[in-house]
């Protein structure tokens, strides 16, 4: 069974904040994709990595793969209040097409 | 366009009742998801349909019946529910059945089980 670990599970900051969220397994994986979702709302792909040590950039998002594709990391930088959600960083492997989804890290960033 | 449909957006039933859930993606998708969401939880698989065929069943009730009339369409038939079903249910769609990244998911359906 492969476990996605992600760290921390709730993040309160003030607006203007860094903050990195962080997902860690023993399994490697072929991609492991980022998505943020809305109370109510389905989970929204942010970004997929592929490469061991990618890193990839959205505005004020970076998102890095680990050498090992067993780990990535999420860091915003500058939070703002649109920010807020629930950030889910799902692996998957050549195997099949099933996901699996870490715990999630529920991020509110005050005004 | 990368945007999968759900409907209804709320549904609320009885223990008693018979509904579906609908959901449809027109990206050329050949393999679409069901997944149950409980509060503050990750997206639990629930089915797997590669080129409209059921390819995996995570041990899911059989008061949970999916369906795939086709390959934009993929349906969730609901009987005899139990109030601990009451979850956001999402539906997802990829595009390679042997490559489950790039999942794009639907708005969910919030379900309440009365």
């Known amino acids: 069974t492969q476990l996605l670990e992600q760290s921390p599970q709730f993040l309160s900051i003030q607006e203007g904040e860094n903050l990195t969220v962080y997902c860690n397994s023993s399994?490697?994986?072929?991609?492991l994709q980022w998505y943020r979702q809305e109370p109510g709302e389905g989970p929204v792909l942010l970004v997929t990595?592929?490469?061991?040590?990618e890193v990839k950039k959205l505005k004020r998002l970076t998102f890095q793969f680990g050498d090992a594709r067993k780990d990535s990391s999420l860091h915003i930088t500058a939070a703002q209040p649109g920010d807020t959600g629930l950030y889910l960083c799902?692996?998957?492997?050549?195997?099949?097409?099933?996901?699996?989804f870490g715990g999630g890290t529920r991020l509110m960033v005050k005004p | 366009d990368t945007e999968v449909t759900q409907t209804p957006k709320h549904l609320v039933m009885g223990m008693t009742n018979k509904k579906s859930l609908k959901c449809e993606q027109h990206?050329?998708?050949?393999?679409m998801y069901w997944y149950k969401q409980k509060a503050k939880k990750p997206p639990e698989l629930m089915f797997v349909?590669?080129?409209?065929?059921?390819?995996i069943n995570e041990s899911v009730p059989s008061r949970f019946s999916p369906e795939c009339p086709n390959s934009s369409l993929l349906n969730l038939h609901l009987h005899a529910l139990q109030p601990e079903d009451s979850a956001l249910y999402l539906c997802?769609?990829?595009?390679?059945?042997?490559?489950?990244?790039?999942?794009?998911f639907g708005p969910g359906t919030r379900l309440t089980v009365t």
């Open positions: 349909y590669s080129y409209e065929k059921l390819s």
């Open positions: 799902a692996g998957a492997t050549n195997a099949g097409n099933m996901l699996t």
């Open positions: 990595v592929v490469t061991g040590g």
């Open positions: 997802a769609s990829s595009q390679d059945p042997g490559l489950s990244y790039e999942q794009y």
């Open positions: 990206m050329g998708h050949r393999a």
């Open positions: 399994s490697v994986f072929s991609s």
